[in-house]
C-alpha cells in the first residue's frame, strides 16, 4: 500500500470534484489517499509523510492559485525525491483550440516553481454560471461563446461541466501504475483477500 497525497486549489468546486474522483480510483487500487484543500491543509499534514504526491489546480484569468504554487515552492525539496504528479482544471482544456493554451498555463506553472511533476494531466473544468455574480456570470458566458463555439453544450444558460471522467480515470491508473512501478509495489488486492 502506497499512501498518497493530493493537495489542490479550487475556485467553484471543480478541481476538489476531479482530486476526490482521482482519490477514488487510487484507494479502489488498495492505497491510502489523503486529498485536501491547500487552503484549509492543517499543519500536520506533511509531504515526507506521504510516499506519492498529485498537486491539483484550477486556471482562473490564465492564473493558478497563489497558495497552490506556494505550496509546490515551500515543499519542493519533498517533492524533488517522490513520484509526483500534476493535475489541472480549466475551460482551456474543454475545447481543442483551447489545449495549447492551457499547455502554456503548464509550462508557465512549471516555469514559475520550478517544479518538475513526473506525470501531468489538463482536465477540462465547468461553468457553474450559479455560483457567478452578475457581472462574472456576464463575462464568463462572453467568453463561452467566444472561445468554446466548438463545444455543442457550452450553453450559457445553466451549469456545465466540461471534465471527461474516463480522462480523470485513466490519468489516476497511469499515475498509480506509476508510482508502483517506481517504488517497486503492487497494487494489493481489490478483494482484501491476498489473491491477485
Do not use: C
Request: charged share 25%; glycine share 10%.
Amino acid at each position: 500500500m502506497v499512501s498518497f497525497l493530493i493537495p489542490y486549489g479550487t475556485g467553484e468546486g471543480q478541481t476538489e470534484k476531479v482530486a476526490t474522483h482521482i482519490g477514488d480510483a487510487i484507494a479502489k487500487r488498495g492505497h491510502d489517499v489523503t486529498a485536501v484543500d491547500v487552503n484549509e491543509m492543517a499543519p500536520d499534514v506533511v509531504v515526507d509523510d506521504f510516499e506519492a504526491v498529485l498537486v491539483g489546480a484550477s486556471v482562473h484569468a490564465g492564473n493558478h492559485q497563489t497558495a497552490v504554487a506556494n505550496f509546490v515552492r515551500t515543499n519542493q525539496d519533498g517533492l524533488a525525491v517522490k513520484p509526483t504528479a500534476f493535475f489541472q482544471v480549466s475551460l482551456s482544456s474543454a475545447s481543442e483550440d483551447g489545449r495549447a493554451q492551457a499547455a502554456e498555463y503548464v509550462e508557465k506553472f512549471v516555469e514559475d516553481t520550478g517544479w518538475h511533476p513526473d506525470r501531468i494531466g489538463l482536465f477540462g473544468g465547468a461553468l457553474r454560471y450559479s455560483k457567478y455574480g452578475f457581472l462574472k456570470r456576464l463575462f464568463m458566458k462572453q467568453i463561452a461563446k467566444r472561445t468554446m463555439s466548438d463545444l455543442p453544450d457550452a450553453d450559457t444558460a445553466g451549469d456545465v461541466e466540461f471534465t471527461d471522467w474516463h480522462e480523470v480515470e485513466a490519468f489516476a491508473a497511469d499515475v498509480a501504475s506509476f508510482v508502483e512501478g517506481r517504488l517497486g509495489q503492487t497494487p494489493p488486492s481489490k478483494e482484501g483477500n491476498g489473491s491477485t
